[in-house]
């Protein structure tokens, strides 16, 4: 990654950076040509004490509605615990113009576009992180960070240039960094990992508001 260059918030919303995913936008847009069918933006509040570092848009969630999480079971899971952690305002309808605000939160995903069967490879990653790093420079006021799942936590521990070998993922770890920062790990609130009781929702509430305590202390 170069770290000399800088790049914007957020992609273009036709970016080509990575050819697979730029084929895979295309298809969708003739498929679904109500659907966002791009780069999904960051979301949320701009003076967030938490930012939160999920996957990518899903097929029928962010890609169709152009807002991270919002539209699919994860989205609906993620949002019923942020409120229970007092950081919504408002009802969240799974739609873009539901009026829901995030309060000390920011959401970004580690890749901005629909991958095929959800699975970015390792040169999307890579491609991707310079604007996740984009968002950790213009959000400095944020220190407390949660990974949802496993990309998610490496992505961030290279933009940052920690080793990830220090840092290993595990559901519920809690990683103090050199840096000042504090990562939080919790496997994703995705379908396949409720269904197969790899995380309830207890399980994940109690990521959240831990994360939320220490944003907020």
């Known amino acids: 990654m170069n770290r000399k260059k800088n790049y914007p918030l957020n992609p273009d919303l036709d970016c080509n950076i990575c050819p697979r995913l730029k084929i895979f936008r295309d298809e969708n847009k003739q498929k679904y040509p109500s659907?966002?069918?791009?780069?999904?933006?960051?979301?949320?509040?701009k003076r967030a004490k938490l930012i939160i570092?999920?996957?990518?848009?899903?097929?029928?969630?962010?890609?169709?509605?152009?807002?991270?999480?919002t539209g699919?079971?994860?989205?609906?899971?993620?949002?019923?615990?942020?409120?229970?952690?007092?950081?919504?305002?408002?009802?969240?309808?799974?739609?873009?113009?539901?009026?829901?605000?995030?309060?000390?939160?920011?959401i970004v995903n580690a890749v901005r576009c629909v991958p095929p069967q959800n699975k970015p490879n390792g040169a999307e990653i890579n491609n991707c992180r310079p604007f996740l790093l984009?968002?950790?420079?213009?959000?400095?006021?944020?220190?407390?960070?949660?990974?949802?799942?496993?990309?998610?936590?490496?992505?961030?521990?290279?933009?940052?240039?920690?080793?990830?070998s220090a840092y290993k993922f595990a559901h519920g770890a809690r990683h103090i960094l050199e840096n000042g920062y504090t990562l939080f790990n919790s496997y994703h609130c995705s379908r396949?990992?409720?269904?197969?009781?790899?995380?309830s929702e207890k399980m994940f509430e109690e990521v959240v508001f831990a994360a939320a305590k220490q944003a907020r202390a």
């Open 134 to 164: 984009s968002a950790l420079r213009k959000f400095q006021q944020a220190t407390t960070f949660l990974a949802l799942g496993l990309v998610a936590h490496n992505s961030f521990l290279s933009a940052i240039g920690a080793k990830k």
């Open 192 to 199: 396949y990992n409720t269904n197969t009781n790899r995380l």
């Open 35 to 45: 659907f966002f069918n791009g780069p999904v933006p960051v979301w949320g509040d």
């Open 53 to 69: 570092i999920g996957l990518a848009p899903g097929l029928k969630g962010a890609n169709r509605t152009g807002r991270p999480f």
């Open 72 to 106: 699919d079971y994860a989205g609906d899971l993620l949002f019923q615990t942020l409120a229970k952690a007092n950081m919504t305002k408002g009802e969240y309808k799974a739609k873009i113009d539901d009026g829901l605000e995030l309060i000390d939160v920011m």
